[in-house]
């Protein structure tokens, strides 16, 4: 099978990864290999018009990474990770989404614009 997408872990979702234990790590590693191959909402799910969810249970913990499509790019497709977390609510809160949504605005701010 041919993934559908890559995705590329910021540094503040890299940590996060890396501070979980090595059977979440590998849960989180494994769910997101599986949605790069086959459309799961389970597992990625769009929280708003712009930021995306990958989602993990392990442990009895609810993993959460959000993320962005890199609309900077047309081929590869890839999705950037913002941020890690453990989700202790029914919804993403408020700030969580915020959050991810100024550090895509601040990754656009660093990318050098597309010349066509």
């Known amino acids: 099978m041919v993934n559908r997408f890559n995705v590329e872990f910021l540094e503040e979702a890299y940590s996060f990864l890396k501070s979980l234990d090595e059977k979440s790590r590998n849960k989180v590693i494994y769910n997101i290999s599986k949605?790069?191959?086959?459309?799961?909402?389970?597992?990625?799910?769009?929280?708003?018009d712009?930021?995306?969810?990958?989602?993990t249970?392990?442990?009895?913990?609810?993993?959460?990474?959000?993320a962005?499509?890199?609309?900077?790019?047309?081929n590869p497709k890839v999705v950037i990770c913002t941020h890690?977390?453990?989700k202790k609510q029914?919804?993403?809160s408020k700030q969580e989404i915020e959050n991810a949504?100024?550090?895509m605005k601040h990754y656009y701010s660093l990318q050098p614009p597309v010349n066509l």
């Open 84 to 86: 890690g977390f453990l």
């Open 57 to 66: 249970q392990s442990k009895g913990n609810q993993i959460r990474f959000l």
């Open 35 to 48: 949605v790069r191959l086959i459309n799961d909402p389970e597992l990625f799910k769009k929280i708003t």
């Open 90 to 92: 029914w919804k993403v």
């Open 50 to 55: 712009d930021i995306w969810e990958f989602r």
């Open 68 to 74: 962005f499509w890199d609309k900077t790019l047309k």
């Open 101 to 103: 949504v100024n550090i």
